[in-house]
């Protein structure tokens, strides 16, 4: 059966996996602390597909309060498993993430997407984003 739900911590070791398709790899040690850090904030939520009863994909979202621009909300990750692509499970994981902002008044969804993953600006595209910007991202670790 196909179902949109809340990702639980059970489903740590499938999420980890598609950490790593994503091109992020993690250990499902981590992906339980990072999932306590979003769990404690209700700005934050994170829902799994689950497709005859496999994680197959997992879309991260978040509220985002600016002094710059209202409040939007914005995907912080999506990934669908290779074996599960092209089923329309991204698209209905997109809804999902858009009914929770909705539902908190939020009507903007934005997502950042690296500039060389063109397959997934495609699936953007279909879905109804417009690119409004390119960006250079800058980190500083550690001191």
């Known amino acids: 059966m196909s179902e ?4 639980r911590f059970a ?9 790593g398709q994503l091109g992020y790899p ?13 769990l404690a904030e209700p ?8 497709e005859e009863g496999e994680v197959a994909g997992w879309l991260h ?3 985002a309060p600016n002094l710059e621009s209202d409040l939007f909300a ?3 990750g999506l990934v669908v498993a290779d074996a599960w692509r092209s089923r329309r499970i991204g698209a209905r994981l997109v809804a999902h993430a858009r009914a929770w902002a909705a539902e908190r008044g939020v009507t903007t969804l934005r ?10 600006h495609r699936f953007y595209r279909r879905e109804g984003f417009v690119e409004a ?3 250079a991202v800058f980190v500083r670790e550690g001191e």
Do not use: M, W, Y
């Open 4 to 7: 949109i739900r809340e990702l």
């Open 111 to 120: 997502v950042r997407s690296r500039t060389e993953r063109e397959a997934a």
């Open 26 to 38: 993690a250990t499902p040690e981590q992906v339980v602390r990072r999932l306590s850090r979003l």
């Open 74 to 76: 914005e995907i912080g």
């Open 43 to 50: 700005s934050h939520a994170a829902f799994v597909a689950v």
């Open 61 to 63: 979202v978040f509220l």
């Open 133 to 135: 910007k390119r960006q």
């Open 11 to 19: 489903d740590t070791a499938a999420v980890a996996n598609l950490c």
